[in-house]
């Protein structure tokens, strides 16, 4: 079997105006919908993130990719995965702790390679007749569970003009408001934990977001917050004894504040404390070559993988055994997505044993006129995806609505995330991203 033809599209969907530290989400999100296609006409997919620079970025592998097995496609690219990241320090501002996900050119490599392996396996589950999570280990598990992921939010649904979208949740800047959307998203979805996104509002009215939470919710819920490094260690210490009860049991801390010596202080006034909640991470620690400072400072108790920059599912298998061995959760991250990934996150998940966490997902936040996955949106059941046995991811594209979505960014001016600037046009035009901000 050979690859005989690579189609990159581009496209955009209708992103609500949520907030996190980094500032604002534009009205649309981007991502990039990748086919290979074998000599036998069979066509591997998979969904990445988007924009001018992650196409080129897989442009520029096109002739190696043409007419390669995909079976061992993966091996001749795997240098995109070794060495991204250096061992010593990095420099704040080219780091993930600085820049949104998918626009930080440390692991840009890592991301086009994981694009690569993702279509690559679909290719060839489709091919062999089977599901990609058998492909590379086998399930462990028939359902993968996410959480609902909270957000502060402006009203709107996002999208533009005449293309402006429905608002399903309102606006949410209050903990009873937060409250409400939790409800909505637990009744839609039957999500089991919740995790917000914090770092917006003062760190009092956080707290009192989360105590709002377990009050009404009890503790069927388990809690986690994200300010996105927001807050200073004293501040991430006081959020920490403050939330103690509401953040126990599967609850976490993540990423409180911006460096990985400033976790461990966290870490240890916590212990001094008597206080175990885990720390977590999506900032900090974002590559394999993380874990060697990281492990010894005891700086983070539970990484949040994901497949998009981690360089791929088996990338994140590894990891997870290196979390196993180190006594560390495993978790993971999320960005605004589509069906496609949805699937890709729930069979990597599904082929890792230490994944220890529900995982995060923005998939409701996204419109369902947008969707690109033939027969419309992936369920999301009991809080759930069920992994069945069609072959590769389990899902095929729907190409009038990938036609629409390729419409859709031709039309619209935005060609990479910026969410400071979505904060400066819509929300207060002096506004920066600063760290910690409390």
């Avoid at 390679?113 to 280990?137: M, R």
């Avoid at 911006?258 to 720390?279: H, K, Q």
Wanted: aromatic share 8%; proline share 6%; with cysteine.
């Amino acid at each position: 079997m050979k690859i005989v033809e690579m189609r990159f599209h581009p496209i955009a969907i209708a992103d609500p105006p949520i907030r996190s530290s980094y500032g604002l989400h534009a009205p649309y999100a981007l991502r990039t919908i990748i086919e290979l296609v074998s000599d036998d006409g069979v066509i591997g997919i998979t969904e990445t993130y988007g924009g001018d620079s992650q196409v080129a970025g897989l442009e520029a592998l096109r002739s190696q990719i043409i007419g390669a097995d995909p079976y061992r496609l993966t091996g001749f690219l795997s240098s995109l995965v070794e060495g991204v990241k250096p061992s010593g320090e990095v420099r704040n501002d080219r780091s993930q702790t600085f820049l949104v996900p998918g626009e930080n050119p440390l692991d840009a490599t890592t991301r086009t390679f994981a694009a690569i392996e993702v279509a690559c396996l679909d290719l060839i589950g489709k091919s062999v007749g089977k599901p990609v999570c058998d492909l590379i280990g086998g399930r462990v598990r028939n359902e993968v569970p996410f959480s609902a992921y909270l957000f502060y939010k402006h009203p709107g649904g996002g999208g533009e003009g005449t293309d402006a979208r429905s608002d399903e949740y309102g606006e949410v800047l209050t903990p009873d408001s937060l409250l409400r959307e939790a409800k909505q998203m637990i009744d839609a979805y039957g999500f089991e934990s919740i995790k917000l996104k914090a770092g917006v509002l003062h760190p009092d009215i956080e707290i009192e977001s989360m105590k709002v939470l377990y009050r009404e919710l009890g503790v069927k819920y388990p809690l986690r917050i994200d300010p996105n490094c927001a807050w200073s260690v004293d501040t991430s210490v006081r959020v920490g004894l403050e939330l103690a009860k509401e953040l126990s049991g599967e609850g976490y801390l993540e990423d409180p504040c911006a460096s990985l010596e400033g976790m461990a202080e966290v870490r240890r006034r916590l212990d001094e404390a008597g206080v175990n909640t885990p720390l977590a991470s999506n900032v900090a620690v974002t590559s394999f070559g993380d874990l060697p400072k990281s492990i010894p400072l005891r700086a983070v108790q539970v990484v949040l993988c994901d497949h998009h920059y981690w360089g791929g599912m088996r990338q994140v298998q590894h990891l997870a055994k290196v979390c196993q061995v180190f006594g560390m959760g495993l978790s993971m991250h999320s960005n605004s997505h589509l069906g496609v990934s949805l699937m890709a996150m729930a069979h990597v998940a599904a082929a890792t044993p230490h994944l220890t966490y529900a995982c995060d997902t923005h998939y409701p936040w996204s419109a369902t006129s947008d969707e690109v996955c033939a027969g419309g949106r992936v369920p999301i059941t009991n809080g759930c995806v069920k992994i069945t046995d069609k072959p590769g991811l389990g899902v095929e594209l729907d190409y009038d609505q990938l036609a629409r979505g390729r419409e859709r960014y031709a039309r619209c001016p935005y060609r990479k995330r910026d969410d400071e600037l979505e904060m400066r046009k819509h929300v207060d035009p002096t506004w920066k991203r600063i760290l910690p901000r409390w």
